[in-house]
């Protein structure tokens, strides 16, 4: 691709854009009864907590790699409680914040391969954590609505 | 924003993006049950055949505002059955497609109010549309599982 390719976002605005994301989530899990954070769950699909265990071992992994082509070198603690998902959450959201900045931006619009597995480029990877993300957060809300609960308003971050 | 900010990804790029998200919430509705599409629901939320309609309502008229600042210009008609969807659905891909490439590459980076209502950086008007049919996708996702059905993988775009 050239590199005079129209901008659709810039990495900055990118990032805050996936921070607005993580902010909502966070809410999400904070709504979300602790009882029922790893017993509850629809369809034979995972638990909420085990989904939040799933976007933790992507997010801040991700961008770790991403600024250093080094996959594994950090990896948060499985979280077994909802205390120690949002502990998780808020470290995550630090270490993503300290990193972002060290990707370099070329590296974007580079192919790689992230875990030894995923061969995209650098857009695409980051992209693919986000939505699966929202994908999932999405899911919760149904299980938040199966309980009775009300969950924040998507569109406030 | 400084024009001349790293950039994330392209306005190519974001809508080849897109376009996947779009093959991909298509099989949903592809796989959802006819009879089930504008009955089923959980949690009294809305059937997922009202949240197809929200996202029809949403991407092409999105689309067609950010190439023309005339918003209302085109709605699809609501459809009432899964083939009426379907319909709308390829018929939104096209209109997508065909309009995308008309949106002045800076309005991304432009503050617009869209339908009269929602302020914001043209970039974040075309993510809320994208993120928001993530959401209710995967929110599709819980409804065919508890339906026994099996989602298409949410890797395939």
Redesign the interface.
Known sequence: ?SKH??????????LA?WQG?RRLTRRVIEVFPEDQMFAFS????RTFGALANELLAMAAPMTHGMATLEWGGYAPPKAESKRAVLQAWDESTKKIEEWWPKIP?QR??ETLTSFGTYTG?G??Q???VI??E??????G????????IEPPP??ER
């Open positions: 691709m390719a129209p901008m659709f976002i810039s990495t900055d605005a990118l854009h994301h629809l369809g034979g699909m931006p974007f619009q480029l857009h695409w980051i992209l693919y939505d699966n929202i994908h999932h957060r999405g899911q809300y149904v299980y938040l609505r199966a309980l009775g998507f569109y």
